[in-house]
């Protein structure tokens, strides 16, 4: 079964930065494009970073570009969100989420984890 | 900027039928934004009901159905249950690898 566990949320303070992970498993994670989704509390669902499956495109929503950086690493698995210059307004849950590119639709997703950007 | 737009509440009796709708502020909804809808209930992750306009994800009950209705995506629930009440997200693929979400309808079956 294809499951997907984020870690490495936590407290930081504004213009700080955390290190978000995704750990795949039960499926070929190097065949995927993988997205990065928050919600902020009481918000709705908010799409912010996409990476191909060798990481030859990436995108992001205008609201994280330039402070944000999606990579992945095949080898461990593993997908990643570098989040620089927080601010309160990323406080969010993040969900990892498998792509299914060809239907451009998300199939599995992770948990979440919880980030709060707070002083 | 283009908004993707839902109703932010919706009612329906228990065993009715609901249709749920997504829009977009400019322009109209077709299966070349291949509409997809997301069912999330409060503290957990967004469960996959619909891709592509109209194909049931693994798993997900036949009183579920997506379509497009006029210039609008559009669920369908048919026979409306009460642990169908929940937060439901529509996702239009906008290009470039760019995906954005609806705001949500908030689904009361009472």
């Known amino acids: 079964e294809a499951q997907l566990v984020e870690s490495g949320g936590g407290l930081v303070k504004p213009g700080g930065s955390l290190r978000l992970s995704c750990a795949a498993s039960?499926?070929?994670?190097?065949?995927?494009?993988m997205n990065w989704v928050r919600q902020a509390p009481g918000k709705g669902l908010e799409w912010v970073s996409s990476?191909?499956?060798?990481?030859?495109?990436?995108y992001y929503a205008d609201s994280v570009k330039g402070r944000f950086t999606i990579s992945r690493d095949n080898a461990k698995n593993s997908l990643y969100l570098q989040m620089n210059s927080l601010r309160a307004e990323d406080t969010a849950v993040y969900y990892c989420?498998?792509?299914?590119?060809?239907?451009?639709?998300?199939?599995?997703w992770g948990k979440g984890t919880t980030v709060t950007v707070s002083s | 900027q283009t908004v993707v737009t839902q109703e932010p509440s919706f009612s329906v009796s228990p065993g009715g039928t609901v249709t749920l709708t997504c829009g977009l502020t400019?322009?109209?909804?077709?299966?070349?934004?291949?509409p997809s809808w997301y069912q999330q209930t409060p503290g957990q992750a967004p469960r996959t009901l619909i891709y592509?306009?109209?194909t049931r994800s693994s798993g997900v009950p036949d009183r579920f159905s997506g379509s497009i209705l006029g210039n609008k995506a559009a669920l369908t629930i048919t026979g409306a249950q009460a642990d169908d009440e929940s937060d439901y997200y529509c996702?239009?693929?906008?290009?470039?690898?760019?995906?954005?979400f609806g705001g949500g309808t908030k689904l009361t079956v009472l």
């Open positions: 989420a498998r792509v299914r590119y060809d239907l451009k639709y998300m199939d599995v």
């Open positions: 039960g499926f070929t994670f190097s065949s995927y494009t």
């Open positions: 990476i191909s499956s060798t990481s030859n495109y990436i």
């Open positions: 400019s322009g109209s909804v077709s299966t070349s934004y291949y």
């Open positions: 592509s306009t109209n």
């Open positions: 996702m239009l693929y906008m290009g470039s690898g760019n995906w954005v």
